[in-house]
């Protein structure tokens, strides 16, 4: 999540480039009336262990606003 005055375009490439093997920007979404946007990306870490600065150099540029990591799932589950 970003305030809509940040330009969020190359915000993180710098980061995504150290910590990351591959990213992709997913959705952009305004949130709380336009002044927020949320950012989703699919990324794939260099080093899992590295997860925590990654997101600690996230907060530093963002705010300190929302950010949420989750995993995708290795097997799909189909009914």
Known sequence: TLP??????????DLFA???R?????????????SLFQLTYD????DENEEKE???QIRCR?????ILCGYLS??????
């Open 4 to 13: 809509e005055s940040l330009d969020y375009a190359g915000l993180f490439d």
């Open 18 to 20: 150290k910590y990351t």
């Open 22 to 34: 591959s990213h992709k920007l997913q959705r952009v979404k305004t949130t709380n009336l336009g």
């Open 43 to 46: 990324i794939v870490l260099r």
């Open 54 to 56: 990654l997101i600690d």
């Open 62 to 66: 963002n705010g300190n606003l929302d």
């Open 74 to 79: 290795d097997t799909s589950d189909a009914l």
